[in-house]
């Protein structure tokens, strides 16, 4: 005769919730990575043109320092990406539950930030594409 398995074991999981650091992360990393490129890469283009006299200066972007800060701040946001993505996925079969007190901690509120995260990231993963065209072939110090 043919056994089955406890049916405990095909009972329904309770959702997995996402801790409030995961969350946070996921949503801020890719756009504070792109603000920290912009705002260290206009430093370094600000003193290459500077220091260097004119005919000196790089004819395109493409130097040591502008790379070394754009494939560290690609880096910051991949692993954003990534996490608000796994937030997402984990958050996937969460409904609200009238169990907490606190409105903001509902599942619910979780799963928005979540999709909030990853619809974000994708958009901020998108400008670095573009970045890295600038910094390939852009001229540093104008045309």
Do not use: K
Not at 29 to 55: F, H, K, N, Q, T
Not at 67 to 74: E, F, P
Not at 116 to 125: C, K, R, T, W
């Amino acid at each position: 005769m043919h056994t089955y398995p406890d049916a405990a074991l095909f009972e329904p999981q309770a959702p997995r919730t996402v801790r409030p650091l995961r969350l946070w992360f996921g949503l801020l990393a890719a756009p504070v990575a792109w603000m920290l490129d912009d705002m260290l890469s206009y430093y370094i283009a600000s003193l290459e043109c500077r220091i260097r006299p004119s005919g000196d200066a790089p004819l395109y972007a493409g130097t040591l320092w502008f790379w070394v800060v754009l494939i560290a701040s690609l880096a910051v946001a991949s692993a954003g990406t990534w996490v608000a993505v796994g937030n997402w996925r984990r958050t996937r079969s969460s409904q609200p539950s009238a169990t907490h007190a606190q409105p903001w901690r509902h599942d619910g509120h979780r799963r928005f930030v979540a999709t909030a995260s990853v619809l974000s990231s994708i958009g901020f993963l998108t400008a670095f594409v573009f970045m890295v065209f600038n910094v390939a072939f852009a001229p540093i110090c104008g045309f």
